[in-house]
């Protein structure tokens, strides 16, 4: 049985296809290399030797106040580096977050209907009856998690629907009284307007916000973070056990200070909104219209059938594309489609797995408008 305080581990590499469209993974070949190897021959020619033992359990001072300056003038969270910890991608915290809760009380977690397996797993295998809230236009019906003890949402880009939380349920969640975990996976993506800020802004003593560098660096590196209201920080603490690397933590706070990890997510946002209109037109051309696109990094294509949604699947199996449907991401019953994630291919396989997809969509496309 996987130890669920850790990352979850990825369908296997050696079955890795050609094209790969699933969502969830950046394009990994546009990973910062030289930015970050100067910031780490950087820092570990200044690092007293001290930083090389087992670090704080909290992260390094110099990261969380790097990462407080950097989410307030980002993404509007209130943030004080005392409150911040460290972690190694978000399934870590997240674990740690269940097992403090399940400690101190907690019985029930509600969390969005469509997400990630794996995230209800880790909630579930710590001890929390798991409820599921449904997702509609505005969002997550946030009203059905009363009476929770926790709530798992992610406001900003729901995963994998794509509609941002309407404002009247996001004042719904910060009013809950419950614990909430703002799951912020790629709030920095947004292309069509400005940002959604936080929602932990609106209620700090409630919100648990969490972030990573696995869509604007890479997944691999193991590096997320949580913003803890100060009642909670103890009891997350203390379930975290070791993090990521004390030079890895120096590194991206040198990369957020130079104004390196800027540039990155300027230039990964301008590239990933080229690669969804393409999607897009591409698609239009089909008679096809995706939705969610407005900010992340994959789109979601309705169909009329679950039926459809799996012969997609196996079709794009047979030309060398991975794609995931609906199916696998929601708990219970729900409408078919397929989640197309634009962002993991390199830049160079885009357009013929773009060709691809098309191509094995064309039997079940109404045809061009």
């Known amino acids: ?20 469209l699933r969502a969830g993974v950046p394009d990994l070949s546009a990973f910062p290399r030289r930015a970050w190897v100067a910031a780490a021959r950087k820092v570990l020619a200044a690092a007293p030797d001290r930083l090389l033992g087992y670090p704080d359990p909290r992260g390094l001072p110099e990261l969380r106040a790097a990462l407080a300056s950097y989410l307030a003038r980002a993404r509007g969270v209130t943030a ?19 097992r403090a809760l399940r400690a101190a009380g907690a019985t029930t977690l509600a969390a ?19 409820r599921s809230l449904p997702v509609d236009g505005m969002g ?56 959604v800020g936080a929602l932990q802004t609106l209620a700090p003593d409630h919100v648990i916000y969490a972030g990573t560098a696995s869509k604007s660096l890479a997944p691999g590196l193991r590096l997320g973070w949580l913003v ?8 997350v603490t203390a379930e975290l056990a070791a993090g990521p690397s004390a030079l890895d933590q120096l590194t991206l706070a040198e990369l957020i200070t130079s104004g390196g990890y800027d540039r990155q ?10 690669r969804r209109d393409r999607l897009a ?9 995706v939705t969610g696109i407005a900010a992340g990094l994959h789109a979601v294509l309705e169909l009329s059938r679950v039926r459809i949604e799996r012969e997609v699947g196996a ?55």
């Open 1 to 20: 049985m996987p130890d669920l305080g850790t990352a979850v581990a990825p369908r296997s590499e050696a079955a890795a296809p050609r094209y790969d």
């Open 80 to 98: 004080d580096p005392a409150y911040i910890v460290i972690c190694a991608g978000f399934t870590h915290g997240l674990a740690a977050i269940s």
């Open 112 to 130: 969005e209907a469509y997400g990630h397996r794996a995230h209800r797993d880790i909630v579930a295998g710590q001890g929390l009856r798991l």
């Open 140 to 195: 997550a019906v946030v009203g059905e998690a009363a009476g929770a003890d926790a709530v798992l949402l992610t406001p900003a880009h729901q995963f994998p629907l794509g509609v941002t939380l309407h404002p009247r349920r996001r004042r719904e969640a910060a009013g809950l009284g419950a614990v909430v975990i703002e799951d912020d996976y790629d709030g920095e993506f947004r292309y069509d307007r400005q940002p």
């Open 228 to 235: 803890v209201p100060p009642r909670l920080l103890d009891a």
């Open 265 to 274: 997510v300027r230039r990964a946002r301008l590239t990933y909104r080229r």
């Open 281 to 289: 037109a591409g698609l239009r051309r089909q008679g096809l219209h």
């Open 315 to 369: 079709g794009g199996g047979e030309h060398g594309v991975a794609i995931d449907g609906l199916e696998h991401y929601r708990a219970g019953d729900g409408p078919a489609g397929l989640v197309i994630g634009y962002g993991r291919p390199p830049e160079h396989a885009y357009t013929t797995a773009l060709a691809r997809l098309c191509a094995v969509l064309a039997g079940w496309a109404p045809g061009p408008r």
